[in-house]
Structures are given as C-alpha cells and as structure tokens.
C-alpha cells in the first residue's frame, strides 16, 4: 500500500484520541461528580474497544482482501495493552493508593476485579513478545498459540464490565455481541477450511 506509513501513523496519533480527551477533561473540570471513576470507566471502555479491534483485523482482511491490515494488529493489540496499563495504575493508584491490602480484599471479594485483573494479567506475556524478536526466540507456531490468550482476556473483560454495570447492561450487551461475532467467525472460518482441507 502506497501510504501505508502515513496511514499507521494517523492511525496511532487517533488511538491517542481518548487519552488527550480525557486529559483535556481533567484540565477544564468536565470529569463530573465523581472523576476517579470516571477516569477509571473510560480506560476500562477504550481497553475493551480495541482488544475488539484488534480480534476484528483478522476477518477484516480475510473478507475484503487487504492484506495490509494485519500490520495494524499489533499496534491495536499495544494500544489495549497500554489503556489496559493505564486503567489498572488509575485502580491501584487513585482509588486504591496503593494499598496491597485493600486491594487484595478487593480481588478475593469483587468478582469483577477479580476477573479484570486475571484478563490484565493475561495481557502482559501477549505485550512482552509483541516484538519481531520475540516472535523469533519463541518460535512461529509457541508464539500463535501464546496469542491465543487474547481471547479469554476479550471474553474477560467483557465479563469485567457486564458484572461491573449494576442497572443497565445494554453497552456491555453490545461488546458481548460484537465479541460473540468475533469468535463465531473464526470458529465457522476454520471449520470450512478443514472441510476443504479433507476434500483435497
């Protein structure tokens, strides 16, 4: 693709979007009544939204041809890693201050820390061998199979935020759909390339 440099980089300087609005926010006092939370809720919502991007490149590229498009997926998969990154210091450090008592009772009490510190934690190894390097040490077929993680962390962290709504669960509904979606293409993708590959 002839501008693909130039397409990746307004790429990343839009996934930065949401972490400049939200800076902007805190500076003009539009965080609302309570902003640790609301800080805290929108990390948490554009981790989620680009763990789904990134789980979205693969049948993108498969139905419309681009195959340029997988080149993105790591940055999308960092970008999760980092707003991921972010939403847990905001947790331990605005709302918890670091208290590793606190925060141990959180976890063994609250079903949705519990599950959104598992899918967090999952996310590290997946970050660490995102390099070139990594993929090399590790080998073609241990580093797939590692990455595969990203999909009980996807379905964690959808968990983590249906469990964490208490009233309305419509938006949570919504990324469980669009995940569900996800999931089913690859499942049905690969059941129909091994019915061909019995066929020949």
């Known amino acids: 693709m002839k501008y693909f440099a130039q397409l990746k980089a307004a790429l990343f300087l839009a996934s930065l979007i949401p ?20 800080i805290t809720r929108s990390l948490g919502t554009w981790t989620l939204v680009f763990l789904l991007i990134t789980l979205s490149i693969t049948p ?11 080149k993105l997926r790591r940055m999308a998969g960092l970008f ?4 991921a990154l972010l939403h847990f210091i905001t947790y331990i450090w605005l709302d918890q201050f670091f208290s590793l008592h606190d925060m141990y009772k959180d976890v063994i009490k609250r079903p949705f820390i519990t599950i959104g510190f598992t899918a967090f934690i999952m996310m590290i ?6 390099t070139d390097k990594m993929i090399k040490r ?14 009980p962390v996807a ?46």
């Open 19 to 38: 972490l400049i609005r939200l800076g902007w926010y805190g500076y003009s006092s539009q965080l609302g009544a309570n902003p640790i939370e609301y």
């Open 60 to 70: 993108l590229r498969s139905l419309s041809g681009w195959s340029w498009l997988i």
């Open 80 to 83: 999760a890693f980092f707003y």
């Open 125 to 130: 190894p997946l970050a660490v061998t995102s």
């Open 138 to 151: 590790l080998g073609g077929k241990r580093w797939l199979l590692l990455h595969r993680l990203i999909y």
């Open 155 to 200: 379905i964690f962290a959808v968990l983590h935020y249906w469990w964490l709504v208490k009233k309305d669960i419509t938006q949570p509904l919504i990324y469980a759909a669009v995940l569900a979606a996800l999931l089913a293409y690859r499942i049905v993708a690969r059941g129909l390339k091994t019915k061909l590959s019995n066929l020949i």
